[in-house]
């Protein structure tokens, strides 16, 4: 699977590096010591000097605080929906929508802002 993988990334590493960065990232922890590993890590190292590549990665670093503030609201096991929730976690619902919205706008086309802005919108968190 790993080679069919690293294939697959090669062909459509020019078309869109995110996409094959993202299949071929795990690989050299799976293939740990083989030449899939070695030729898994060599493709990471060419995909992480595309500008997309870097968005992604500066993105999933802001991602993790978001995940950490839904790790927090999450912990209410309430309807976010509901005004009573918005109302007792609204200094944390403010942190979000500020991480969020800075990501939509630093990183508009990363994978990881996609996934704050459906955290986001989980909590009904308007985000511009």
């Given at each position: 699977?790993?080679?069919k993988k690293l294939e697959q990334a090669e062909a459509v590493r020019e078309s869109n590096p995110v996409e094959a960065f993202v299949m071929v990232?795990?690989?050299?922890?799976?293939?740990?010591?083989?030449?899939?590993?070695?030729?898994?890590?060599?493709?990471?190292?060419?995909?992480?000097?595309?500008?997309?590549?870097?968005?992604?990665?500066?993105?999933?670093?802001?991602?993790?605080?978001?995940?950490?503030?839904?790790?927090?609201l999450g912990l209410g096991?309430?309807?976010?929906?509901?005004?009573?929730?918005q109302k007792a976690y609204a200094p944390l619902l403010t942190q979000l929508k500020n991480k969020t919205q800075q990501m939509k706008k630093a990183w508009p086309d990363a994978l990881a802002t996609k996934e704050a802005l459906e955290t986001a919108e989980r909590y009904s968190v308007e985000i511009k």
């Open positions: 699977g790993g080679r990232e795990k690989l050299p922890t799976v293939f740990k010591g083989s030449p899939l590993a070695t030729e898994a890590t060599e493709m990471i190292g060419k995909l992480k000097k595309e500008k997309a590549v870097t968005s992604e990665l500066n993105a999933r670093v802001a991602l993790e605080g978001v995940k950490k503030l839904d790790q927090q096991a309430q309807d976010p929906k509901k005004p009573e929730f």
